[in-house]
């Protein structure tokens, strides 16, 4: 099953102990290697994105950011796993987990 992982900051985290947060590059490595890391990817700066609407037929585009809120997503990954448990697991072990956050959601399959 395909997951994507929605990599964000969280500013409310507390400061981990030295040495307790796991290296990004090894995490990437190491589930490329598996075959569980479909492909990931940073974000480039929230004040530079673009919100895209259609309202009504007119074409409406602005410049960001737009979230009101403190978090920031940051990046994304896509994993495969066999269930939800072994891509809570691969979540888990992203350093993010461990000073951010990451929202871990199921790519749709259709069959609703």
């Known amino acids: 099953m395909r997951y994507l992982m929605l990599v964000m900051t969280d500013p409310t985290a ?7 947060v796991p290296d990004v590059d090894e995490w990437a490595a190491r589930n490329d290697a598996s ?22 037929g007119r074409l409406v585009v602005t410049d960001g950011p737009f979230a ?8 994304f990954d ?10 809570i697991g691969i979540a888990a072990a992203h350093p993010m987990a461990h000073v951010g956050m990451i929202e871990l959601r ?4 259709g069959k609703d």
Do not use: N, Y
Not at 14 to 20: I, K, M, Q, Y
């Open 68 to 75: 009101e809120t403190k978090e920031q997503i940051a990046g």
């Open 78 to 87: 896509i994993i495969e796993a066999d269930g939800l448990d072994e891509a």
């Open 14 to 20: 507390p400061e981990p102990a030295a040495g307790t």
């Open 106 to 109: 199921p790519f749709w399959s």
């Open 35 to 56: 075959g569980a890391r479909v492909m990931g990817e940073r974000l480039g700066d929230p004040q530079d994105a673009t919100d895209v609407r259609v309202r009504d």
